[in-house]
């Protein structure tokens, strides 16, 4: 039996069985995503909207009361963990704000489903690019291997297509829904 055979049986070398690094990582960036979806550059259409949510649904410090109000705070912790910090801080709180945003468009009803898809695909890139800069940051992704256009995606338009997504919720749920502050949330 020759070597090649060999492997097909199932006899995997160590390096087949677990791939390099950048062999994972072989995914677009965000700002290719943006790209993808036709996002590159967005403008705002409902900031008027997401500005009084922020000025009446969110408070100083802390998580809100209102689920309207938390998800606006929650989309703009990941703006600002990207922009202000290249995702240096990214734990599991950013991780699950992405997850529960995701969640709550999912669930809402509001969106029509190629609408609902960008926001879920937005979502779960901004979340690899965290998690990426995460595993960069603990040292689980050598610099001279390290790809820095996923880091952190700093541009404004996917999170003014989020926060758009959180407006159009608000709008379709004008009284306030109660949130109850998660005690596992520190952010």
Request: hydrophobic share 35%; net charge negative.
């Amino acid at each position: 039996m020759g070597l090649l055979q060999f492997f097909r049986k199932g006899n995997q070398s160590k390096a087949e069985k677990h791939p390099t690094r950048t062999e994972k990582d072989r995914w677009p960036s965000a700002y290719e995503i943006a790209d993808q979806l036709g996002l590159r550059g967005y403008q705002f259409q409902y900031f008027d909207v997401c500005q009084n949510i922020w000025k009446t649904r969110v408070p100083r410090s802390g998580q809100a009361s209102t689920l309207q109000g938390e998800m606006l705070r929650q989309a703009e912790k990941l703006r600002n963990e990207a922009r202000d910090n290249g995702n240096l801080n990214w734990d599991d709180d950013f991780s699950w704000f992405c997850d529960f945003l995701k969640e709550t468009f999912k669930e809402s009803g509001v969106f029509e489903q190629d609408q609902l898809n960008q926001l879920l695909t937005v979502l779960e890139t901004i979340k690899k690019t965290g998690e990426y800069a995460a595993d960069f940051n603990t040292g689980h992704i050598p610099e001279e291997e390290v790809d820095p256009d996923k880091i952190a995606y700093v541009e404004d338009d996917l999170y003014n297509f989020i926060e758009d997504g959180i407006a159009l919720f608000s709008m379709k749920n004008p009284e306030d829904i109660p949130y109850h502050a998660n005690e596992f949330i520190h952010r």
